[in-house]
């Protein structure tokens, strides 16, 4: 399974990114696909999550300004980032697994991205 993240970038408080991942290597009828973020000297925490079952899961500090969406036929995962806030800088990931029911309740992803780096500036 290989996931490659893209469309990370800096831009200014306020301002909107949208991050891709796409995706390959694997056919799972259940799935779950995630984005995750570190910033430096933190935990990794999740942000935003989607089953197979098109059930979504955020993060209470970016409820309201991303979604989280999916492109089955190309196998791409997007998140979408509005108004965005200094204390979103981060390495943003995107993860996978076949456990669908895992959503934000674990970071035990068993596939990762190598992170794209996004940088607000206020």
């Known amino acids: 399974v290989q996931l490659v993240e893209f469309g990370g970038g800096s831009v200014q408080a306020g301002g909107s990114l949208r991050l891709s991942c796409e995706g390959s290597g694997y056919t799972y009828r259940s799935y779950c696909m995630a984005w995750f973020r570190q910033a430096p000297g933190k935990k990794r925490e999740g942000v935003a999550a989607?089953?197979?079952?098109?059930?979504?899961s955020y993060a209470d500090s970016v409820k309201g300004r991303f979604t989280i969406s999916q492109d089955n036929a190309k196998n791409t995962l997007y998140l979408q980032m509005n108004s965005l806030k200094p204390e979103d800088t981060a390495m943003y990931y995107c993860?996978?697994?076949?456990?669908?029911?895992?959503?934000?309740?674990?970071?035990?992803?068993?596939?990762w991205g190598q992170g794209t780096q996004v940088t607000v500036s206020s």
């Open positions: 989607i089953n197979d079952n098109g059930e979504t």
């Open positions: 993860a996978a697994d076949r456990r669908w029911w895992l959503l934000l309740y674990s970071v035990e992803y068993n596939y």
